[in-house]
């Protein structure tokens, strides 16, 4: 069954730093995403991406975040400067259209020191 | 604020029987409803998605959705210890392609 694949499993970093979480969509899916789950908190939607541009973020996903997808299979979050309150499991997702369901990747633990 | 509540339990019930885990939503402009399963560390997987009202089976799980009281529903039969998990109904309403959570339904199946 086809995966989204995402890189690192776990990823420690120090206040400040630039981070870069990547993901692989599955390969017929148009619709991609970034939801964030702080521990023991619910899953909270950060950013959609669709047609290689932005089609809505959340006020969680303000200017020290950035999403690309640079060449037509990975999809990436950057985090400019990383916050402790940035410690979270990060999820990429991805659909193959508006009405179908979401398929998530196995997450990304990031965590600020 | 549009908004998924569930009961966070932890919901018990007993190997064999029925589980029955609840979700309302706010907005009714909602047209697709999923219920995911959480394992503990791990990323949510999708067991049910449901679109019209009325309910829809797969197996051992049954989704049943009513769209006039904004509530959706999912129920396990012949539930296993395997069963034990964080159950997300989550919600996307028209014209958006986010997902909205709810907090998550702990249940545990006691062997």
């Known amino acids: 069954e086809p995966e989204v694949t995402q890189t690192p499993s776990h990823q420690v970093t120090q206040m400040g730093q630039e981070v870069i979480l990547r993901c692989v969509p599955i390969?017929?899916?148009?619709?991609f995403y970034w939801y964030r789950q702080i521990l023991g908190q619910k899953v909270e939607f950060l950013v959609s991406f669709y047609n290689n541009e932005i089609s809505e973020k959340s006020e969680i996903f303000d200017d020290q975040f950035s999403v690309e997808r640079p060449d037509g299979s990975n999809f990436t979050l950057k985090i400019r400067s990383t916050k402790l309150e940035d410690s979270a499991m990060y999820f990429c997702a991805s659909r193959q259209g508006a009405s179908w369901g979401y398929t998530f990747g196995s997450g990304t633990r990031l965590t600020v020191v | 604020q549009k908004e998924v509540e569930q009961n966070s339990g932890p919901l018990s019930v007993p190997e064999g029987a029925i589980a029955s885990l609840n979700c309302t939503y706010s907005d009714r402009g909602s047209q697709s409803f999923f219920w995911y399963r959480q394992y503990s560390g791990k990323s949510p997987e999708l067991i049910m998605s449901i679109y019209s009202n009325g309910d829809k089976e797969d197996g051992r799980f049954t989704a049943q959705l009513n769209k006039a009281s904004q509530y959706v529903s999912l129920l396990i039969r012949d539930s296993q210890p395997s069963d034990s998990a964080t159950y997300l109904c989550?919600?996307?309403?028209?014209?958006?392609?986010?997902?909205?959570f709810g907090t998550g339904t702990l249940l545990a199946v006691q062997p």
């Open positions: 989550a919600v996307n309403s028209r014209g958006e392609g986010k997902l909205i």
């Open positions: 390969s017929n899916h148009l619709y």
